[in-house]
């Protein structure tokens, strides 16, 4: 059974930092690429950030040199670290496969964790 699960959103101050994890069933986590995609409120969702099961990373513009991303094999598990946060990081984050997992013909999308930051 597909599982996908993120943790770690709150809200912080701008200039803060935030560590996100992503808790993924291993069926979906085994062999694949891992990625952070948020969507903030009025957008559509993004990706920022995703990692091969070699661990080559690789991050949009927008959060280069503020976040990383990296992911325990053995845990099944991706994080998402978050530095330097402005007001425009303010998003639900979700973690998926890149591309994006796929159950019964429709896209699957954990609940997400919410992330506010305030100026």
């Known amino acids: 059974q597909a599982q996908l699960v993120e943790s770690g959103g709150g809200l912080v101050q701008a200039g803060g930092c935030l560590r996100l994890?992503?808790?993924?069933?291993?069926?979906?986590?085994?062999?694949?690429?891992m990625g952070w995609y948020r969507q903030a409120p009025g957008k559509q969702r993004e990706l920022v950030a995703s990692?091969?099961?070699?661990?080559?990373?690789d991050l949009a513009d927008s959060v280069k040199g503020r976040f990383s991303i990296s992911r325990d094999n053995a845990k099944n598990t991706v994080y998402l670290q978050m530095g330097s946060l402005i007001p425009e990081d303010t998003a639900v984050y979700y973690c998926?496969?890149?591309?994006?997992?796929?159950?019964?013909?429709?896209?699957?999308w954990g609940k997400g964790t919410l992330v506010t930051v305030s100026s």
């Open positions: 990692i091969t099961s070699e661990s080559t990373t």
């Open positions: 994890s992503c808790a993924a069933s291993g069926s979906i986590f085994s062999f694949n690429t």
């Open positions: 998926n496969t890149k591309p994006v997992l796929r159950v019964n013909d429709r896209d699957y």
